[in-house]
């Protein structure tokens, strides 16, 4: 899989070199920064960047381009799409995600669905916009409920509000393992097992090495418990252990 990623992404810096302002289909938070860390070996004189129509986007393209082009005027190829539900039906993430793809819609195609007052917001490549506001309308029902689509223009204040569980403890260390044993409360034993099972990211990167240092501003994400920001980890108590303070995306 990365190959191929990583054979588009070459694809992307060959056209940009012709000067053309290219980019790809969305990618997920692990395949972003592994394209982040490919593309950063480039030795040429390409602009490139990720951006997913709004700051704080999960979901993002990856753009490279000659620098004489402007971003901001460059970038037409993400348009935002309203699904306002009628407010009787409560409707989730996944189920503006469901009637989407039930539409034959690739989710490469999809940016993030942001669920605000029963609706969602849909960031997509622009031809999927067009689609979905063309008439007769695709799409009159997510779930049990009847939906309007209507086209969005977000602000520059436009953000998607988190919610977080604060995590204060100590550790015997930095390691991986003894902060995943801190943030799940398990055994640093136990703890140990799940980084060399593949089921931690560091930066959205799979990372086995149990003897990883963590530092301030990690995200650490271990499948079955969650997605974690390390806020700090440094100051040193009377026992010798280091301070641990982490937040927990709930």
Not at 49 to 66: A, H, I, K, M
Request: charged share 30%; with cysteine; glycine share 8%.
């Amino acid at each position: 899989m990365d190959d191929l990623l990583f054979a588009r992404i070459d694809d992307l810096i060959k056209r940009a070199e012709n000067g053309m302002f290219a980019y790809g289909d969305f990618l997920n938070e692990g395949d972003a920064a592994k394209a982040l860390r490919y593309i950063s070996r480039y030795k040429g004189e390409l602009e490139y960047r990720l951006w997913g129509g709004f700051e704080g986007s999960v979901r993002n393209r990856l753009f490279v381009y000659p620098d004489y082009y402007d971003f901001e005027y460059s970038c037409d190829c993400i348009r935002a799409v309203e699904i306002r539900g009628s407010g009787y039906a409560e409707l989730k993430h996944s189920s503006f995600l469901g009637a989407l793809t039930s539409l034959g819609i690739d989710r490469a195609k999809m940016g993030d669905i942001v669920v605000r007052d029963n609706s969602g917001i849909l960031f997509a490549d622009e031809k999927i916009a067009d689609f979905l506001l063309s008439s007769p309308p695709p799409l009159t029902r997510v779930g049990r409920d009847t939906v309007k689509l209507i086209g969005f223009t977000p602000d520059e204040n436009f953000s998607v509000a988190h919610e977080f569980r604060e995590i204060l403890d100590t550790v015997s260390s930095p390691r991986l393992d003894a902060v995943v044993s801190s943030l799940v409360c398990v055994s640093r034993e136990k703890a140990k097992g799940i980084v060399i099972s593949g089921l931690v990211t560091v930066d959205h990167i799979e990372e086995i090495r149990p003897d990883f240092q963590i530092e301030a501003g990690n995200t650490v994400t271990i499948r079955g418990y969650g997605k974690f920001i390390i806020d700090s980890i440094s100051e040193k108590t009377k026992k010798d252990r280091y301070r641990l303070k982490a937040k927990k995306y709930v």
